[in-house]
T-cell receptor, first 113, second 113 residues
Framework: GENVEQHPSTLSVQEGDSAVIKCTYSDSASNYFPWYKQELGKGPQLIIDIRSNVGEKKDQRIAVTLNKTAKHFSLHITETQPEDSAVYFC????????????FGPGTSLSVIP | DAGITQSPRHKVTETGTPVTLRCHQTENHRYMYWYRQDPGHGLRLIHYSYGVKDTDKGEVSDGYSVSRSKTEDFLLTLESATSSQTSVYFCAITPQLKNTEAFFGQGTRLTVV
């Protein structure tokens, strides 16, 4: 089955700097890659997703890149702000369906003012 | 939290006792999911439901059962709680199975002593 690895497990950046979180997946059939943000005491919330027919997707300060050959995908946050502090989860699914989504272990991001 | 209510929010129970967690949604979404969240493991799917009385197992279903007698309620039961089931449990809903965003509840923190 699918296995998703995520690095780093913790990340601290200065406010205004960029943050990059990297994930790898094992199942070459995976074609849907969502990213979730979890603030303290809350449930995860989708922030961006990408499908295998796209190499990059941007939404304001957030971008995700996908390299299907290498089975890597990454989350890039530019101009970080204190409210970006949270745990971020990457995930992969072979059928774009949530009954098959496998989540990575998470990255705790701290943005230092 | 997209009309999702989990109850209780916190529970401490003794080893060997049965425990039922409730997920209630007001969105009338067909698909519902139970996840557990543990450090280093991210979110792992326990069970999911395609509709009333239609459920299936996820990747970590041993020791858990579910029931869905109404569209709005999805119950997770730990038949005989063990310390390894100490975790934070999240319910999620999606309006469709594919190509859709998942909405998560706020979680239930369960401690088995």
């Amino acid at each position: 089955g699918e296995n998703v690895e995520q690095h780093p497990s913790t990340l601290s950046v200065q406010e205004g700097d960029s943050a990059v979180i990297k994930c790898t997946y094992s199942d070459s059939a995976s074609n849907y890659f969502p990213w979730y943000k979890q603030e303290l005491g809350k449930g995860p919330q989708l922030i961006i997703d990408i499908r295998s027919n796209v190499g990059e997707k941007k939404d304001q300060r957030i971008a995700v890149t996908l390299n299907k050959t290498a089975k890597h995908f990454s989350l890039h946050i530019t101009e970080t702000q204190p409210e970006d502090s949270a745990v971020y989860f990457c995930a992969a699914s072979p059928k774009t369906s949530y009954d098959k989504v496998i989540f990575g272990p998470g990255t705790s991001l701290s943005v230092i003012p | 939290d997209a009309g999702i209510t989990q109850s209780p929010r916190h529970k401490v129970t003794e080893t060997g006792t049965p425990v039922t967690l409730r997920c209630h949604q007001t969105e009338n979404h067909r698909y519902m999911y139970w996840y557990r969240q543990d450090p280093g493991h991210g979110l792992r799917l326990i069970h999911y439901s395609y509709g009333v009385k239609d459920t299936d197992k996820g990747e970590v279903s041993d020791g858990y059962s579910v029931s869905r007698s109404k569209t709005e309620d999805f119950l997770l039961t730990l038949e005989s709680a063990t310390s390894s089931q100490t975790s934070v449990y999240f319910c999620a809903i999606t309006p469709q199975l594919k190509n859709t965003e998942a909405f998560f509840g706020q979680g239930t923190r369960l401690t088995v002593v």
